[in-house]
């Protein structure tokens, strides 16, 4: 291995390696729920971090790997680590819809699909479903109106 010696190249692999580490130890966060800490710091010795659920359940993990802790920490971690798994969900549910509003090539097969499992939601699936759509129609309305206020580029 050579040191890099382009700074924009030595940059831009940085962020490159970064970014994967980062991906990496989400998926296993996701496969196994175990506890991360990571702490990089960039060529210019800034420094980066990532640690799931917090710092304080890392750090504690750390230096004491087979002690519980209090049962109000217990309760923090777990109440942290639901919001985390509400907001994976809430990110893997705008992914399919970014998806969704992409793709062109929607055919009839396809859109039939969709109302076939729709029919076999549960009332309980189906209000989920419904307030989801809601969400939607909120954060188009919100990114429509953001566009529609931000400033025009090269306007005369």
């Not at 291995?1 to 998926?27: C, G, H, P, V, W």
């Not at 996701?30 to 420094?47: A, E, H, L, Q």
């Not at 309760?75 to 062109?104: F, G, P, S």
Request: glycine residues 2%; proline residues 4%; negative net charge.
């Amino acid at each position: 291995m050579a040191k890099i010696e382009n700074e924009d190249d030595l940059y831009s692999s940085f962020s490159k390696r970064q970014e994967t580490l980062y991906k990496q130890a989400s998926n296993m966060i996701g496969k196994y729920d175990i506890d991360v800490g990571i702490i990089t710091f960039s060529p210019s010795d800034n420094p980066f971090s990532f640690f799931h659920p917090t710092i304080d359940v890392v750090v504690d993990r750390f230096f004491s790997p087979y002690a519980l802790g209090s049962e109000n920490s217990r309760l923090n971690i777990a109440n942290t680590r639901i919001r985390i798994k509400e907001k994976q969900v809430e990110l893997d549910n705008r992914k399919i819809i970014k998806e969704t509003l992409t793709n062109e090539t929607t055919d009839e097969t396809g859109m039939e699909e969709m109302w076939e499992q729709i029919k076999e939601f549960n009332p309980k699936d189906l209000k989920k479903f419904e307030c989801r759509l809601d969400e939607v129609d909120l954060m188009l309305k919100n990114d429509v109106s953001s566009f529609a206020l931000a400033p025009q580029e090269n306007a005369n």
